[in-house]
């Protein structure tokens, strides 16, 4: 990284945080009316007007994002010629038949993508159409294990926002995961879970996420009670893998399902705030003030697997790689791969000797926003224990994010000199 580019990412902490606040508003629902109507002519439109207009209800953050679908009427009307029997051939019929029913196979053929369209949502995790069962359904936030004995990761490449950061200042620092799901019901196999730390309290609160994990030091006690986040710590499933216990319980598919009913624990949103979580709509950063380079993230910051992640320009998406190889999940042999990259340039406070410790996740800092091929300098900030991390750019405006799958990790700040962005 030039020394430019540091100071560009150091100087946005000055910026002022008051005029990029989002509106907390929502749109109102509209919906779509699809009326086939055949009377000497067929056509697909609002009853009032040859146009219709597809509104999905999202979040205010998405920019309620809308397309026009322009329907022309077009007249199918036929004239019947009567023909003497005799002269009338078998031809002719099925000719007549085919122009008859030809336009009744096309106006189905258009209604069903807007039906379908009308059964669907845009996720507030990563801005993809998802199905409208999910829209209210919280997400879990699942712990992950990153020690290289417990590779390979299962369940990571379908995880919709991943974070990374150092567990404890021992074992080389060694980093844990915890990854987000939206449609959790329907992944295989998650894990191998592990402990949680407050940090991951304080970063799952802002999802309104349920957190799974299997323990953790005292030092969470106290999150817990503040927050009243929602939590399942073990009880998951023992998978035999050969490896020593604490590296073979894992989430199966219906595990979450059955302890939140027997735990009681709320499965749709009990904060709708977490819905608006952050601004997503197709980004472009070639423009914006202080942009460079990023085809390589090098995450030496992270000194046990020192992964990076690589720009796939096939694909768009940036493909993680640790311990010098390409990850690859172990359920669907896929690489984990994300769209955005965020890194939080952040302090830390170690609470003992034993290596535990709390990132100083309130407050605010210097980091980098990353897609696409190009990267910006941004300041995030979180004002509370369970307020949600803005991201803002050089011009003090919260960043929008591309479409898919994010990853964001929390990097030490005595090692932040250590990230390169190329």
Known sequence: MSKRSCEAAESIEDASLGMARVNGRRMQKRSVRIALRRKGRMSLSRPDGAYCFLHRAVPFSLQCAFRMIKCKERD?????????????????????????????????????????????????????????????QRPVAVMIDNDTKALPHYGLSEADVVYEMMNSTANKRVTRLMA????????????????????????????????????????????????????????????????????????????????????????????????????????NLSAKAGNIPANLVQLNCFRLTKPYLSYNAK??????????????????????????????????TQYDKNGYLIYNVIGQGAGWYITGGKAIPIMWAKASETGITHYYDLSGAEITLNPGKTYIGICPSDDWTSVTVS
């Open 76 to 136: 199918y009307s036929r004239e019947v010629f009567y023909m003497n029997k005799r002269y009338l051939s078998m031809t002719a019929v099925f000719t007549a038949a085919a122009l008859l029913f030809a336009p009744l196979s096309g106006i189905e053929a258009q209604a069903a993508p807007a039906a379908a369209a009308q059964a669907a949502y845009v996720s507030e995790l990563t801005g993809l159409p998802t199905s409208i069962t999910l829209q209210t």
């Open 180 to 283: 987000i799901y939206k449609d959790w019901q329907n992944v295989g196999q998650i894990g191998n879970v592990r402990s949680t730390r407050p940090t991951n309290i304080l970063l799952a609160s802002e999802w309104n996420a349920i957190l799974i994990h299997d323990g953790g030091p005292f030092y969470n006690n106290p999150y817990f009670k503040s927050t009243g986040i929602s939590h399942l710590s073990g009880g998951f499933s023992r998978v035999k893998n050969g490896k020593a216990q604490e590296f073979t319980e894992y989430v199966l598919k219906n595990d979450i399902a059955k302890q939140v009913t027997t735990a009681a624990i709320p499965s749709t949103y009990t904060n709708p705030a977490a819905m608006n979580h952050w601004k997503i709509g197709a980004t």
């Open 315 to 348: 694909t768009g998406t940036y493909d993680y790689y640790e311990n010098k190889k390409l990850a690859k999940d172990g359920e669907d042999k896929k690489a984990p791969s994300f769209a955005n990259v965020i890194l939080q340039n952040c302090t830390f």
